[in-house]
């Protein structure tokens, strides 16, 4: 069956009239093979997250090429920040973990409205009892038991339950993957930059060093300012060193992220990532946080646990069971025989299993209930959690923005604009050496201070969209 009638709404045993307990077993039968609305749910979104796991990407656009065969030959990015998520998706081994664990949940329901097996018997007499159609030789028996409905029916929606917070958390494990992914590349598009930045620094003091040494030959500077400038470069050279070391350790980071395999490029376009403010407010945001399909697991689980504390409390109910016997008989020694001679009987039974230990299933059922009451208790403290989280991930964005609006529209023009002047009253022998180098200073770890706030608002905009469970739109700013 693909559905049952009424599987919304079903009634604790402790409710339900006494005729109802005397139903029909043809009544627990037919609702055993029933799936619940949950269980289409889950089924139809496994469907859709299986079609997207196996789609091919595209051969061009924005996402990553790849075929069946993952070797860094046939996978390529475009060094965008959107193919990193696309393929981490279909490829993160954490992703792959979360979403083979929703698969086996899902096979759960099934399981746990199984009838008990039936039982096959054979007995053969020792000694052949003889009755008048003839000795009996062997008893041959089958019986099957049937749980009192409520066990199996709750037992099933518990199950379905598990299943959709397991669902939940593989949503939260994307999340957490796409988070992680965001972070990497923010990471090593701002080490690129700032490579960029000491190579820049270089050039001008190599440059600055061939200017001071035309000047000392006509007295006009002194063999010092070269060995000062010279020393600027060669610590240039080292950052340049530090940052391409803590760049193999990035891209080893957004690799495992990824899920990409080994010696693929991983590439980061040089433009600036867009940042901005949300576009929704503070407000939405974390009443989106409160539902994250982490809260959402949990609330399922309770639910769950209760729909268990039903089952237990079916195991107070007695379990019914109907068999057949067919008793071999021989041919009967009788001269004549009689007419029905060898003729086996055969033999229907009712049987009743009495639950005697109900201090012991009160127990399951308390346990159950207790831990519905956990998981409340858990959901309350994510939700308290996700709300002061959304407020740190939204400072922290408000400061990065702010940095990033203060150093890349105001201070770095400023002091590009002194360092020209500097650089134009240094020409004019107008200036010292040191008023030059110190405005270069000034640029470069401005410049450095700029990309470095870009990438924190880019890891802390990831922050906040793994917190509120979906993408963010955002007003984007112009680098």
């Not at 860094?72 to 920040?81: A, H, S």
Request: proline share 6%; aromatic share 6%.
């Amino acid at each position: 069956m693909r559905g049952c009638p009424g599987d919304h709404l079903l009634p604790s045993v402790s409710h339900r009239p006494r005729s109802a307990r005397t139903a029909p077993l043809w009544f627990a039968v037919a609702l055993v093979g029933c799936t619940t609305a949950t269980e289409r749910a889950v089924e139809r979104e496994l469907a859709a997250i299986e079609r997207r796991l196996a789609a091919p990407a595209p051969s061009a656009g924005p996402a990553a090429e790849a075929t069946s065969d993952e070797t860094p030959e046939n996978v390529r990015f475009d060094g965008t920040l959107g193919p990193y998520l696309a393929y981490a998706f279909a490829h993160s081994p954490d992703v792959r973990a979360a979403y083979e664990a929703y698969r086996a949940a899902a096979e759960e329901p099934k399981i746990a409205r199984r009838l008990p097996e039936p039982t096959l018997s054979f007995a053969g007499f020792v000694r052949a009892v003889e009755t008048r159609v003839g000795p009996q030789r062997a008893n041959l028996g089958v019986a099957q038991w049937f749980p009192w409905p409520s066990r199996l029916i709750q037992a099933g929606h518990a199950a379905a339950l598990r299943a959709q917070a397991a669902g939940r958390a593989f949503e939260a494990a994307a999340l957490e993957v796409a988070r992680r992914v965001t972070h990497a590349y923010a990471e090593l598009w701002r080490i690129d930059r700032n490579i960029e930045v000491e190579t820049e620094r270089a050039t001008l003091f190599e440059g600055l060093a061939d200017a001071v040494r035309i000047r000392t030959q006509t007295g006009r500077a002194r063999i010092a300012d070269v060995a000062r400038i010279e020393t600027r470069v060669l610590r240039a050279r080292d950052r340049i060193a530090a940052l391409e070391a803590a760049r193999r350790s990035a891209s080893a980071e957004l690799r495992r992220a990824v899920g990409a395999p080994v010696d693929v490029e991983l590439p980061v376009v040089a433009a600036s990532p867009p940042v901005g403010a949300p576009a929704v407010s503070d407000g939405d945001l974390v009443t989106d946080a409160e539902s994250h399909p982490r809260i959402a697991a949990m609330a399922s689980m309770s639910e769950a646990e209760r729909r268990a504390a039903k089952a237990r409390r079916g195991e107070r109910f007695p379990s019914f069971g109907i068999g057949l016997n067919w008793i071999i008989t021989g041919a009967s020694s009788m001269d004549p025989p009689p007419s029905d001679s060898g003729k086996d009987a055969v033999v229907a039974t009712g049987m009743l299993r009495l639950p005697l230990w109900q201090r012991s299933y009160g127990a399951a059922e308390r346990k159950a209930r207790a831990l519905a009451r956990m998981y409340d208790a858990r959901r309350r403290v994510l939700v308290l959690d996700a709300r002061a989280q959304v407020e740190a991930a939204l400072s922290r964005l408000d400061d990065a923005l702010r940095r990033v609006e203060f150093y890349e529209r105001t201070l770095v023009r400023q002091a590009e604009a002194a360092l020209g002047s500097m650089r134009a009253a240094y020409a004019a022998e107008k200036a010292a050496l040191a008023d030059v180098l110190d405005a270069e200073e000034d640029l470069v770890e401005l410049r450095r201070a700029a990309v470095d706030a870009r990438a924190d608002a880019l890891r802390a905009y990831a922050d906040l969209e793994a917190l509120v469970g979906h993408p963010v739109p955002r007003k984007d700013m112009t680098p």
